[in-house]
């Protein structure tokens, strides 16, 4: 029987000392500002945005929200991006993904000061997180990191399986756990014999995106599960990538979905903007 690793909790733990932190930075006259630029009306994208501008409310941090239509051109969005660069009241950028198909996501993320990457995609943040000096580390995979430090976790020498190979997720958390002495494995969809390489591992992180893929039966009996997918299955039901009864019965610690890594990925982003404003 597992522990449950609850994200919420320790996400509002970190959330009182943020707000700790911007009391003490507003004392200097410092307001540690956000902007959130969102284009177009993905349902879900709005959501996330909402749910951003309340925890920066939350917190103290200033909140700079920009709505634009789906028809915006790529060049219009370049010319905002590099306002927000220049604007000293502005202490962190987020692009919300996806964008509408006219714009190249790629450019637009290159085009964001990396002082300012406060989700930590530029590709000079990528790099430095890559040589084990990172300035801002991406979101849901310091969230993932922290998690671990907080059930006390060492990953010194443990066999760590990565499951997803994103830019976002995958990639990142795989270098995160190599600089903490991991050996890691990284698992994708052309992976063969998967149910083996999941079942030595010590720690599995999952973030494939498909419901429930990872079978429970797959888990080392003690292992740690750490579960990053968010799948919405019929009406309302939200279910991780790994199968949580099944696997709860084996792991010796698993983060539940909803209420695992989700509360720690909007935490880490207004983490990144408070760090950011303390450096400049």
Not at 29 to 46: C, H, M, Q, R, Y
Not at 101 to 118: G, R
Not at 125 to 146: D, E, S, W
Request: glycine fraction near 8%; proline fraction near 5%.
């Amino acid at each position: 029987m597992a522990t449950v690793i609850d994200g919420k909790a320790i996400a509002a733990k970190i959330r009182g000392e943020l707000t700790a932190s911007v009391s003490e930075l507003k004392i200097k006259g410092i307001t540690p500002g956000l902007a959130v630029v969102l284009v177009g009306e993905d349902p879900a994208s709005k959501v996330y945005v909402s749910m951003k501008e309340k925890a920066c409310a939350d917190v103290g941090i200033f909140s700079d929200e920009h709505k634009l239509s789906v028809e915006t051109s790529e060049a219009e969005l370049l010319d905002l991006i590099a306002k927000l660069n220049a604007d000293p009241k502005i202490h962190g950028i987020l692009v919300q993904l996806p964008l509408p198909k006219q714009i190249n996501t790629e450019k637009v993320l290159e085009a964001i000061s990396p002082n300012k990457d406060v989700d930590g995609f530029h590709p000079y943040n990528v790099g430095r997180l890559m040589v084990g000096k990172p300035t801002f580390q991406p979101c849901t995979p310091y969230g993932v990191m922290i998690m671990m430090k907080e059930i006390g976790l060492d990953l010194t020498g443990k066999n760590v399986v990565v499951v997803g190979r994103s830019n976002i997720v995958g990639k990142p958390v795989a270098m995160m756990c190599l600089q903490q002495h991991a050996t890691v494995t990284i698992c994708h969809s052309r992976t063969k014999n998967l149910a083996e390489v999941v079942g030595a591992a010590d720690v599995v992180i999952a973030a494939v995106g498909v419901p429930e893929m990872i079978k429970g039966e797959w888990i080392k009996e003690g292992a740690v599960v750490i579960d990053v997918g968010v799948n919405r299955v019929g009406e309302k039901k939200l279910v991780g990538d790994v199968e949580y009864a099944a696997a709860f019965e084996r792991a010796s610690a698993i983060t539940p979905v909803p209420g695992g890594v989700g509360p720690m990925t909007i935490t880490m982003l207004l983490y990144n903007t408070v760090e950011s404003a303390k450096k400049q």
